[in-house]
């Protein structure tokens, strides 16, 4: 596609309650990024997916949160039993290892999660 | 560890006046260096990246930045400011001979120009 595409763009849950949320990277970008950006705060790395590799787990805070990609396109962060602080703009952001762009995240329009 | 500081909440400047965004990193290997520009309810938008080469880099919407390795900084400038360019701006930094790939962002800087 033209660009980084994101669903829902907007979701409101309970707390307690699982979510999804979808990414589509740009065609043909093998590296794939989850940040999480909290009012008033900036971006905060989640997870990292390049490839056939096992993924960056690193930033994820917490057990409750998870992340898949299938084919080496799609990937889906899923929240488990959400928390109020888990509210947030989820972005998504591709990155692309040859050609123009090279080294360059771009991102999604992000899924703003909202847990009551 | 790799950290990225702007120390401006906010910066104001009137149109047509040039404006700077400050940016200051900490990498303990060599930086590849990004500016993004975020809209009211968009994503991150990318603007200009410093990877190689020379010092001052030209991007998008007239915008330019200048590498300064003895200050590690990246500040963000512009020589003629627009109304359009209000936006938040977050510079980002990456440590490229640590082999991590996900970028360490700052705070944030919001940009108000008046007209």
């Known amino acids: 596609g033209a660009g980084v595409s994101q669903s829902p763009s907007n979701k409101v849950t309970e707390k307690g309650k699982d979510v999804e949320l979808r990414c589509d990277p740009i065609s043909g970008h093998t590296a794939l990024y989850w940040y999480r950006q909290s009012l008033g705060q900036g971006l905060e790395f989640l997870i990292y997916?390049?490839?056939?590799?096992?993924?960056?787990k690193s930033g994820l805070p917490s057990d409750r949160f998870s992340a898949e990609r299938t084919g080496g396109s799609v990937s889906t962060l899923t929240i488990q039993r959400t928390q109020q602080e888990d509210s947030a703009v989820y972005l998504c952001a591709s990155y692309g290892t040859s050609g123009w762009g090279t080294d360059t995240q771009y991102f999604g329009p992000g899924t703003r999660l909202t847990v009551l | 560890a790799q950290s990225v500081a702007q120390p401006e909440d906010q910066v104001n400047v009137a149109e047509g006046n040039p404006l700077t965004v400050k940016c200051t990193y900490s990498v303990s290997g060599n930086p590849y260096l990004f500016w993004y520009v975020q809209y009211p309810n968009r994503g991150l938008q990318f603007l200009l990246k410093?990877?190689?080469?020379?010092?001052l880099v030209k991007g998008s919407y007239g915008f330019e930045a200048e590498f300064n390795k003895s200050q590690t900084s990246f500040h963000l400038k512009k020589p003629s400011a627009l109304v359009s360019d209000s936006a938040l701006y977050f510079c980002a930094v990456r440590d490229v001979d640590t082999g991590r790939r996900a970028l360490t962002f700052g705070s944030g800087t919001r940009l108000q120009v008046q007209p």
């Open positions: 997916f390049q490839g056939n590799s096992a993924p960056d």
């Open positions: 410093y990877i190689t080469g020379d010092n």
